[in-house]
C-alpha cells in the first residue's frame, strides 16, 4: 500500500525551502557592505558575486523544469539541499572573491531547484485549487522571509557579529525544510498529453515570447533596487535593511490576499498597475532622502509585490500547454535578467560616484548622490512594462471581443 501524500506538510516544507532562498537573498544584501570592506572587493565585484545568485538560479530552476516529469520534485528537492549546505558553509568559511563566486552559484542553484520543483508540486499537491491565488500564497514565503532576514542582518550588523555569523542564520531553514520533506510521500507528476516537445512548441507562441520579454523587466525591477539597497541607501539618512524588511513585509501581506484583487481587476489589470506603482517608487526613492525614503518604499513595494507570481499565473491560465517547463522557463529567464543586470548595477554606482566626486561632492554626499542616480538609471525597467502591459491589456480585450 502506497504512502498517502501529506500535502500540507509538502507545502509547509516548501514555504521553508522559500524561506532560505529568502534568507540568502536578505542575509547578503545585509553583509554586501562588510563583504567589500573585510575581503577588499569593488561594486563591480560585488555585483559578480550577486551574479552568480541569479545565475545559479536560471540554471537549475530549467534543468529541472525540462526533467521534472521524468525524475520528480523527490531528487530535485534532494539535489537543492546538497547544494544549499554546500553553498552556505563554503560562503561562511571564504576566504577570497573567488571562493564567494562558487558558493554563492551552489546556493543559487539550489535556489533554483527548489523553484522548479515546489511550483508543480505544490499545483499536483492541491489539484481543484485556484492556481494563481495557491502560487500567491506560496511566494509569499520569498518576500516573507525577506522580511525577517534584513531584520536579522540589521540587529546582527548593529550589534557588531561578523557577517561569517550572518550566514550561519540560513542553515536553520535548511535544517527545517529538509527535515519536513523526510520520508515524506511526493505527488507524481500529472501524466499529460504534451511531450517535452510540445511544451517548446507551445512556448513559440509569440504571447509567451511577449511574457518572457517582460519577465525579464520584471525580475530586475523587482530583484535590482532591493539586491542592492545597502551600497545605495547607506548615506540617505534611513536604514536600509528596515527600508528592505517594510518593502518586502508589504509584499507578503499583498501576495497573502492577492486573490480578490487579480479577481476584481484580472491578472494583465495587476501587471499594469505594479508597472506603474513601480515607476513611481523608483523615482521616489531616486530623489527622496531621510524618513520620506519609508514612504517612498511603500508605493515601491506595491509595484513590485505581484509581479512574479502574476507573471507566472498568467502564462500558468492562458497558455497551459506551455506545462511545468514554461514557468520553469518564465521563471529562469527573470532570474538570468537580474543576473545579467549586477555587475552593471555595480559599474553604475562606480560611475555615478565619480561623477559626483567631479561635480565637488565628497564623503556621504557623493554616496548619496551616487545612489540616488543610479536609482534614476533603473527607472526605465518598469517604464518599458507599463507601455508593454497596456499594450497586452488591449490585446486582451481584442481576443475576448472577437471570441464574443
Not at 499594469?272 to 517612498?296: E, K, P, R, W
Request: charge should be neutral; hydrophobic fraction near 50%.
Amino acid at each position: 500500500m502506497s504512502q498517502p501524500i501529506n500535502a500540507n506538510r509538502l507545502f509547509l516544507a516548501s514555504c521553508f525551502a522559500l524561506i532560505t532562498t529568502a534568507f540568502s537573498f536578505s542575509i547578503r544584501a545585509g553583509i554586501l557592505t562588510q563583504l567589500g570592506t573585510e575581503l577588499n572587493l569593488d561594486t563591480v565585484q560585488l555585483g559578480h558575486i550577486n551574479q552568480m545568485w541569479f545565475l545559479g538560479f536560471p540554471i537549475s530552476m530549467i534543468l529541472g523544469g525540462v526533467f521534472y516529469s521524468a525524475i520528480g520534485p523527490k531528487l530535485i528537492m534532494q539535489i537543492a539541499l546538497v547544494a544549499h549546505a554546500i553553498g552556505i558553509l563554503m560562503t561562511i568559511y571564504a576566504v577570497d572573491y573567488n571562493t564567494l563566486l562558487i558558493s554563492t552559484l551552489l546556493i543559487g542553484l539550489g535556489n533554483g531547484c527548489t523553484e522548479a520543483a515546489c511550483n508543480p508540486m505544490i499545483a499536483d499537491s492541491y489539484s481543484g485549487l485556484d492556481f494563481n491565488s495557491k502560487l500567491n500564497r506560496f511566494h509569499m514565503w520569498f518576500p516573507g522571509g525577506i522580511v525577517l532576514g534584513s531584520l536579522i542582518s540589521k540587529f546582527m550588523t548593529d550589534g557588531g557579529f561578523a557577517w561569517q555569523t550572518q550566514v550561519w542564520v540560513i542553515i536553520i531553514p535548511t535544517v527545517i525544510y529538509a527535515y519536513l520533506f523526510a520520508g515524506q510521500a511526493f505527488p507524481k507528476p500529472r501524466i499529460v498529453e504534451n511531450t517535452t516537445l510540445d511544451n517548446f512548441k507551445a512556448m513559440l507562441n509569440p504571447l509567451y515570447l511577449f511574457m518572457a520579454a517582460c519577465m525579464a523587466l520584471t525580475a530586475i525591477s523587482e530583484f535590482g533596487p532591493q539586491q542592492w539597497v545597502g551600497p545605495i541607501l547607506a548615506k540617505a539618512g534611513a536604514s536600509p535593511m528596515l527600508i528592505l524588511a517594510l518593502v518586502t513585509g508589504l509584499m507578503a501581506v499583498g501576495r497573502y490576499f492577492a486573490g480578490p484583487l487579480i479577481k476584481q481587476l484580472n491578472t494583465v489589470g495587476v501587471l499594469l498597475g505594479s508597472a506603474v506603482f513601480g515607476v513611481i517608487g523608483i523615482y521616489m526613492m531616486s530623489t527622496m532622502d531621510g524618513s520620506m525614503l519609508y514612504v517612498a518604499a511603500v508605493f515601491y513595494a506595491l509595484g513590485i509585490c505581484y509581479f512574479w507570481p502574476n507573471m507566472l499565473g498568467f502564462v500558468g491560465e492562458t497558455m497551459p500547454q506551455t506545462g511545468a517547463l514554461g514557468l520553469s522557463i518564465l521563471g529562469g529567464i527573470g532570474m538570468f535578467s537580474s543576473s545579467m543586470f549586477q555587475p552593471i548595477i555595480g559599474g553604475w554606482i562606480q560611475e555615478n560616484k565619480t561623477v559626483a566626486l567631479s561635480q565637488g561632492l565628497a564623503g556621504d554626499a557623493a554616496d548619496l548622490a551616487a545612489g540616488q542616480a543610479t536609482l534614476s538609471n533603473m527607472l526605465i525597467f518598469p517604464a518599458i512594462l507599463i507601455v508593454a502591459f497596456i499594450g497586452l491589456y488591449f490585446l486582451g480585450k481584442k481576443v475576448n471581443h472577437s471570441a464574443a
